[in-house]
């Protein structure tokens, strides 16, 4: 009788064992998904980063360091003839190195909002598309 007893609990820790290994390379490859698609209701996002920059764009995908932009605009302040600072919204994209994609480090966003569809920034987004853009000097 001990024999058996032995054999069933041998059985046991092997089963136990298999199963904790199973359930540990279950969560090692989770946590190896190294591109994730995001799921965002509005096209376009806003970015604020910790050294309070803005960018609107689009989130292509995240992985574990990295936040993927593309279509990606920024505000920057112009000082008119009169003195007066305004606000214009820029493509990024047309420097002379031409960026398509930027990737943004996660440890430096703060917050991702939606941009709603009406809001100035998307109607802003379409105008810019709608024109032929000038590039940067």
């Known amino acids: 009788m001990c024999k058996s007893n032995w054999k069933a609990a041998a059985g046991f820790h092997v089963m136990a064992v298999l199963s904790l290994f199973f359930l540990f390379s279950v969560i ?15 096209e376009f996002q806003a970015i604020l980063l910790d050294n309070n920059h803005v960018y609107f764009g689009r989130v292509e995908r995240t992985d574990k360091n990295y936040l993927v932009l593309s279509e990606l605009y920024y505000l920057q302040p112009t000082t008119s003839a009169s003195g007066s600072t305004e606000v214009r919204l820029v493509r990024r994209g047309l420097e002379p190195h031409r960026p398509d994609l930027s990737y943004v480090n996660i440890n430096h966003i703060v917050m991702i909002e939606s941009v709603a569809a009406d809001s100035d920034i998307a109607k802003g987004i379409q105008d810019l598309k709608t024109k032929p853009p000038a590039p940067q000097k």
């Open 28 to 42: 090692i490859v989770q946590g190896c998904d190294t591109a994730r698609k995001t799921d965002f209701k509005t």
